[in-house]
């Protein structure tokens, strides 16, 4: 296995976008782009390259094939249909599920020994899948969770307070969807607590928590009316997550795990929670203290994530 090859599966917004930040950060050395449209992971290749001579590190870009995740640390899923018109929701799981089942399988017929990061939505349902069709330990399948709902929280209270986003300490927690919710129990700023933060400030106050779930809740579809899709936020989330894995960071990130029991929820599902992210993937879950409205959201979404999957016949 190569020290940082990622090959990116599906070259649409959110695959380049992901791409495009990976060079301009220098995170890797080898990138691979695949996408069933092979001419358009040419081009993207291309146009790339011809970024090269102004980014931070030497890289070799390419458009590749699946042969190429055989030594890749990293396969990054962001491969995808959307709904067409009439199509229920389920229905475009299915459709979703049967892509992400021919992709998985060509990787791993490949002889890939790596680790799987998918951003493919509905991204809870589709890591699931990834992690019954591909056979590897739970550890190795991340799904980018409520990474970017975390980031989109940080951005609005740092708004609010006039302070980096760095500092704002805080998740979103739950399916990357309508269930999700904010863990104000255990959001801080600096090390103040959110409700001490709120005593000592008058720029924001406890009404204001609600609009800011609902501001980070209704994100992708305020997003996606005015521009169609999101894709540098999630670009962005997704090169946190690399770096966490290629760094071998030991970083806490709230991606979308197999629950193993840390949480009294579903122990077969795929939801977001906070975890330590090192080379080895998912090094464990972290556990935190949830108020009882919290376990009841958490219990809520982990219900609707197993309805899903049972419909899916998993
Ligand atoms: P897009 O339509 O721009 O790109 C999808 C790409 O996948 C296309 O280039 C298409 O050719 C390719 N593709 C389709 N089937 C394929 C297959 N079988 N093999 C290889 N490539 C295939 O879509 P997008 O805006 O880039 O979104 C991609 C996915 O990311 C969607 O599922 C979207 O919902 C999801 N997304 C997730 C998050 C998140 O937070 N997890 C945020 C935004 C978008």
């Known amino acids: 296995m190569k020290s940082s090859k990622v090959v990116v599966i599906g070259t649409g917004f959110v695959g380049m976008s992901y791409a495009y930040s990976l060079v301009n950060q220098g995170a890797v050395e080898e990138l691979v782009l695949i996408d069933i449209d092979k001419e358009k992971a040419i081009g993207e290749s291309m146009d790339l390259n011809h970024g090269l001579a102004f980014a931070p590190r030497k890289m ?8 190429d995740c055989e030594d890749a640390t990293l396969v990054v899923i962001t491969a995808g249909v959307s709904q067409k018109d009439g199509e229920t929701r389920i229905d475009l799981l299915k459709r979703n599920a049967v892509i992400m089942k021919s992709v998985v399988n060509n990787v791993m017929k490949s002889g890939f020994e790596g680790i799987f990061l998918v951003a493919s939505n509905p991204v809870d349902i589709l890591s699931y899948v990834v992690w019954k069709e ?5 550890h190795r ?3 980018s969770g409520t990474t970017l ?17 760095r500092n704002v300490h805080a998740y979103v927690l739950g399916e990357h969807g309508d269930s999700e919710f904010v863990c104000w129990s255990n959001a801080y700023v600096g090390v103040k607590p959110i409700r ?3 005593e000592d400030m008058e720029e924001i106050n406890f009404e204001d928590l609600d609009q ?12 996606i009316q005015r521009k169609k899709a999101t894709y540098y936020g999630i670009g962005m989330s997704l090169v946190r997550i690399t770096k966490a894995v290629l760094n071998n960071e030991n970083r806490i990130l709230p991606i979308s795990v197999l629950n193993d029991g840390t949480y009294n929820i579903s122990k077969d599902i ?3 929670l906070p975890a330590l992210i090192n080379k080895d993937g998912i090094h464990h879950i972290i556990k935190l203290k949830l108020d009882i409205d919290e376990q009841v959201k958490l219990s809520n979404s982990a219900n609707i994530l197993r309805n899903h999957l049972a419909d899916m016949g998993y």
Do not use: C, H, M, Q
């Not at 709902?149 to 986003?165: P, Q």
């Open 60 to 67: 070799k870009i390419y458009a590749g094939d699946y042969k």
């Open 196 to 198: 001490d933060v709120i």
């Open 270 to 272: 795929y939801i977001g």
């Open 149 to 165: 709902d975390t980031a989109r929280l940080r951005f609005e209270i740092a708004s609010k307070i006039n302070v980096y986003e």
């Open 134 to 138: 591909s056979g590897l330990p739970s």
């Open 212 to 223: 800011i779930y609902k501001n980070v809740k209704n994100a992708a579809y305020e997003i």
């Open 141 to 143: 399948i991340i799904g």
